[in-house]
C-alpha cells in the first residue's frame, strides 16, 4: 500500500487515446459516443425485461441478465473516461484510478470470457436433455455457474492489479491507448516484467482458450442433437437460438484472442487499440442486439411492457 501511495503523488499516467483533433476523429469520436448510447441503454433495458417478466425466469436470461450486467460494466469502465479526456483535451488519469481501471476491466473480461463459455453448456443441456433441463440447469447450478464466472475474473483482476501497479515506473507516463490496458502499462515499467509477461500470457490462453474449447465441444455435441430432430420447427428454434450465442461468442473471443494470443513482436498499439474498440463498446453494443432481435421470447416481453407503459400513460 505505501508503495501505492508513493506512486500516487508522482505524476499521473497520459492516456494517449484512439482520436486526434481532426474531423476525421471528430466524426469517429461521435460513432463512438453513439455505439456507447446503444449499448447502455441496450443492457439496461434487457436487463430490466428479463427481472420483469416471468416468462424470461428462466437459466438461459438469468446468464444473459449477468452477461449485460458485465457488459454494462465494462463499457462505463472505458469510455466515460475517454470522452471526458477527448472533450477536456486533457488526458491524464490518475496512479490509482488507472490501478482501478485495470482491475475492472480484467475481472469484467475475465468473468465474461468465462460466462460466454459456460453459457454454451447450457444450450447443449437445453437441447440434448430437454426433459431432465430443469433438474441439471436448477436455480443453485445456474447461481454456481454465474458466481463462479464473476469470482473467477474478480480475482484474476485483483491479482494482475495488484502487481502491475507495485512496479515502479520511472521512465514515460505516456500510454499508448485509450484505457490503462494491462500491456500498455508494462512497457513503461522500469524493471523487468518478462516473467509477469509470461505469466500474463499462461492466464491469458487458460482464460479465453479453456472457455472456447467448452463452446466448440458444446456446439459439437448441439450440432449432432440439433441434426438428429424429427421436427423441422424444433431444429429452426435450436439454430436460431446457437447461431445467437456463436455470433456472440466470435466477436469476444475473436477480438480477445487477436491481441493476447498473438506473438508479441507481430502486436502494435494502433492495431490493438482498433481491435480493443470491438469488446470494449462494440460487443457490449451487439450483445443484447443479437440475443433480442433474433429471439422472440424477448420481443413479447418488449411489447408487453410497451403496451403496459402506454396503457398508464393513458390513464
Partial sequence: MSIWLNQSSTDDFILLGIFSCSATDFVLFSMVMIVFTVAL???ILL?????????LHTPMYFFLSQL?????MLVCNVVPKMVVNFLSGKKS????GCGIQVGCFVSLVGSEGLLVGLMAYDRFVAISYPLHYH??????VCAQIAGGSWAFGVLDGMIQMVVVMTFPYCASRNVDHFFCELSALLKLACVDTSVFENLLFVCCVVMLLLPFSIVMA???RILTAVLRMRSAQARKKAFT????????????YGAAMFIYLRPKRYRTPSHDKVVSVFYTVLTPMFNPLIYSLRNQEVIGALRKGLSHCLIISQH
Fill in 241 to 252: 437460438t446457437c447461431s445467437s450465442h456463436l455470433t456472440a461468442v466470435s466477436l469476444f
Fill in 93 to 96: 488519469i490518475s496512479f490509482i
Fill in 68 to 72: 449485460s450486467l458485465m457488459d454494462l
Fill in 41 to 43: 441503454c441496450g443492457n
Fill in 218 to 220: 458444446s456446439y459439437a
Fill in 135 to 140: 433438474i441439471l440447469m436448477s436455480k443453485r
Fill in 47 to 55: 436487463i430490466s425485461l428479463i427481472y420483469r417478466d416471468r416468462q
